[in-house]
């Protein structure tokens, strides 16, 4: 079985996040960046269908140069190869045009089964794994808690408000996971040093047969109009308790209208 | 904003991305696994040791930077920063990993025979099987060199009489490297802690690692196949080059409690506020940390120094020796003044300075005293011996 997982390099969790001033994307620059979270439980969960099914799992990443790291990373966890698509026309691209690149990088590779995590920490959208299944034509079986490979049918739990759906579909399929499926792995040492001796093919657009003009901040969809900083949290109010403290609060709050 | 201590350094500058993804991994073990933990492991003295040998040698941890049988081979600059971040949570569960992979695996390592290693590498490198290392003895610490445990020729076996003290691991090892006193000279010996004649009975009421197992081992006619010998070194210099091994990862290793340190103490002098500001906005306090910061910043670039020297075969044992004496001093003087700037909340182990502090005083005197690692530089520089 020929497994993909496509994952995203984000900055890290903890880190400040900052839009640029230049051109309203995100500053990637500004924050180390580390592989989106729940991508790292998609990474995991095609480690261990590959590793009970046979098969083979190659990362897909779409980002600038340092993305690369985060495709190691997924290799270091075990998986076989990788695939980076980098190129500066990229740059600003929208959930549309993210969709339609890694679909195309995709489609030419040929894979039984496609894992996406279900949302990425910067963005958020949350829309990319059914954006790509759309554009490859296949069903996406998305939000999974569970997953089942027999034979040549994917069975996932999809995670609810009320507990699961049973949710079935034909391979080739796209699936999408939330983090209650597993517990990602660390990558081990010698799992690290192997890593850089695994195949990883760096794409340009043009080595993808992409076309440029659906690419890019300029052909995106939607536009960051303007963007303002969250202001800083104002002081609270402190209640002193004389010996009045609980009708204090019951009057604040009764003002702000809570009560 | 404020800005981490070695990172105004920019000190990962100086790391391959291999290292700092290694790094990684065990910054982010430490964090969830460790650091919640263990200052009720210090607080009750016990630490699930088995537990965490096995999952540390899941990792890759044990005997990291040693090639083959199932070790991951790294180089000696990611496993000082392995080291680095292990003792950022406590210096203790540092010394399992220390004493597992550069005392007990790499004796055998280099100076066992090929069924040795066959033996017990593969399951060390796992945290299946866990090994110590006895060297000290009640009376002999600095000077092993009179050592009185010894072995002596039974027909073709060897009958092992004595004890060692201050064993890291001694309670819950699988297999002890014994140094004893030999017709041939000092010899290591592998012992298997089933073997009868063998115990090993922990030391209690210790104020400082104690997130580690520290013990005695008492041998009472122990009796070892002709094979139990290390083959490949005699003398002295067998214990020390195994020393030299763990002393270098000390040398990173204490840094990593001495980051932790300064990183809690800055974040607390921040929120904590007296005569109507944060401590840390008082000069008195800024000097304190930036004379740490300093310090830190030089140890880590002596670490890295030694580092790369190790990876390239040229490291010598006074250069360690200044590594070890130079990081764990400073080290130790950084907890302390960390300390004091969380005044009364710094005696408690809801932070980790005084849990660090502690620890520290026995990374200080183990693996050569200050004062061993001051006159061998001394030596050096001189070329008198004032040992004795
Ligand atoms: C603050 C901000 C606001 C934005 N607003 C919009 C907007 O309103 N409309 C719009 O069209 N775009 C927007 N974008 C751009 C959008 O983030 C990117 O197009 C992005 O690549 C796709 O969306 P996502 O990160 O939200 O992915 P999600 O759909 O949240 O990600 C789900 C999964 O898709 C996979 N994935 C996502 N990106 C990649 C990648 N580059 N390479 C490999 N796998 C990937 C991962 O498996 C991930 O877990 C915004 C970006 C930012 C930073
Ligand atoms: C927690 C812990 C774990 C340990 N783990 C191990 C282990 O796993 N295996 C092992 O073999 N050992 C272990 N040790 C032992 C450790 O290596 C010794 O404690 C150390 O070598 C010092 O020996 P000592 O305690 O006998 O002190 P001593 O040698 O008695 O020294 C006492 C003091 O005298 C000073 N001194 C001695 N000689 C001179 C001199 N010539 N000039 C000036 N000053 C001198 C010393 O520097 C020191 O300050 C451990 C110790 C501790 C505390």
């Not at chain 1, 098969?55 to 990443?61: D, I």
């Not at chain 1, 690149?101 to 894992?115: C, G, K, P, Q, Y």
């Not at chain 2, 040795?116 to 006895?134: N, R, T, V």
Request: charge should be negative; hydrophobic fraction near 45%.
């Amino acid at each position: 079985m020929k497994i993909a997982v496509c994952v995203k390099q984000v900055p890290d969790t903890w880190a400040e996040k900052k839009l640029r001033d230049d051109d309203s994307t995100l500053d990637r620059e500004a924050a180390d960046g580390v592989m989106n979270e729940l991508d790292e439980y998609a990474v995991e969960e095609a480690l261990r269908l590959a590793e009970a099914n046979g098969g083979e799992v190659v990362v897909v990443t779409m980002g600038p140069e340092r993305a690369a790291e985060t495709v190691r990373k997924a290799l270091s966890m075990g998986a076989d190869a990788g695939v980076h698509l980098v190129d500066d026309s990229l740059h600003g691209s929208d959930a549309l045009a993210t969709s339609y690149a890694l679909a195309e990088v995709l489609a030419a590779r040929n894979f039984d089964l496609v894992i996406f995590g279900s949302e990425s920490t910067d963005a958020r959208m949350s829309v990319v794994p059914a954006m790509v299944a759309e554009r490859l034509g296949l069903p996406q079986v998305t939000f999974a808690q569970k997953v089942d490979v027999d034979g040549s049918k994917v069975a996932i739990q999809r995670q609810t408000e009320y507990g699961y759906d049973d949710v079935e579909a034909e391979l080739p399929a796209v699936v999408s996971v939330v983090e209650k499926i597993n517990e990602p792995r660390y990558p081990s040492f010698k799992g690290i040093m192997a890593a850089k001796k695994k195949p990883v093919e760096t794409l340009t657009v043009a080595d993808a047969g992409l076309d440029a003009a659906k690419l890019g901040a300029t052909a995106a969809w939607t536009k960051v109009a303007s963007f303002a900083a969250r202001p800083p949290k104002a002081a609270g109010t402190v209640v002193t308790d004389e010996g009045d403290g609980g009708a204090k609060i019951a009057t604040y709050l009764t003002e702000q209208k809570f009560v | 904003m404020a800005q981490a201590p070695l990172s105004l350094l920019a000190i990962d500058h100086l790391l391959t991305e291999e290292e700092r993804a290694i790094r990684a991994v065990v910054r982010d073990f430490v964090d969830t696994r460790i650091k919640p933990e263990v200052a009720d492991w210090f607080e009750t003295g016990h630490i699930p040791a088995r537990e965490l040998a096995l999952e540390f040698g899941e990792l890759g941890l044990l005997g990291m930077h040693l090639e083959g049988y199932g070790c991951a081979g790294t180089s000696a600059v990611s496993y000082g920063l392995a080291a680095m971040e292990l003792e950022a949570g406590d210096s203790g569960i540092r010394s399992l990993v220390s004493v597992q992979g550069s005392l007990a695996m790499y004796a055998i390592h280099a100076f066992g025979s090929s069924e040795h290693k066959e033996q017990w590498l593969p399951g060390m490198a796992k945290g299946e099987l866990i090994g110590c290392f006895g060297l000290t003895e009640a009376d002999h610490g600095s000077n092993p060199s009179g050592m009185r445990t010894n072995a002596k020729r039974d027909g073709q076996d060897w009958i092992l009489d004595g004890s060692k003290m201050w064993i890291t691991n001694g309670t819950v090892a699988d297999v002890a490297i014994v140094w004893a006193q030999t017709d041939d000279g000092i010899r290591g010996f592998v012992v298997p802690t089933d073997t009868p004649g063998f115990t090993a009975s922990e030391i209690h009421k210790k104020m400082s690692l104690r997130a580690s197992v520290t013990a005695e081992l008492v041998f009472d006619s122990v009796r070892l196949p002709e094979d139990a010998m290390l083959p490949n070194v005699k003398g002295l210099r067998g214990p020390l080059a195994c020393l030299n091994e763990a002393r270098f990862g000390i040398a990173f290793g204490t840094l990593g409690a001495a980051r932790d340190c300064l990183e809690t103490a800055i974040s607390y002098a921040i929120d904590r506020e007296q005569f109507d500001k944060p401590i840390a906005g008082f000069q008195l306090t800024q000097k304190k940390f930036t004379d740490m910061a300093v310090e830190l910043g030089k140890g880590m670039l002596l670490a890295l120094h030694l580092g790369r020297l190790k990876d390239d075969h040229l490291i010598t044992a006074e250069q360690i020796s200044i590594g070890k004496l130079n990081n764990a001093r400073e080290a130790l003087a950084i907890a302390r003044e960390c300390r004091s700037i969380l005044g009364g909340n710094g005696i408690t182990l809801e932070y980790p300075i005084i849990r660090h502090m502690n620890n520290l005083e026995s990374v200080f005197t183990y693996e050569g005293t200050n004062e061993m690692h001051t006159l061998v530089i001394g030596q050096a520089l001189t070329g008198l011996a004032a040992f004795r």
